[in-house]
């Protein structure tokens, strides 16, 4: 576990994995991600810095300054992770129904 957070400790794994996270979603979602940085934390998890997500229109749907999200039970086994904290610095949520749509973003 050590070794791990050590790795993503540096800064050109974590440009990596951000390119790749934001870019894996934003063709998933077929709309646009950005993600600034990340960082691992023992006390608060996975920590995602400067994340936008915009909606088909192009509108933001969600920022946040900071992401935070602290896992619990993980089976690797089952594939599943367990949540037991989720938290937002500075967010913005922005639910709109667009002209000639009838439901939200």
Known sequence: MITIYLIFRSDVVQTLAVHLAADYFSKALKTEIRIS???LSFK???LIEG????DLQHEILF????LGVRPGQ???KNHHVNINQVFIEKGNIQLITHRGDSVLN
Do not use: E, Q
């Open 44 to 46: 608060n998890g996975l």
């Open 37 to 39: 940085g990340f960082g």
């Open 63 to 66: 920022s946040a300054n900071t």
């Open 51 to 54: 994340i936008s997500v915009r």
């Open 74 to 76: 993980i089976s690797l």
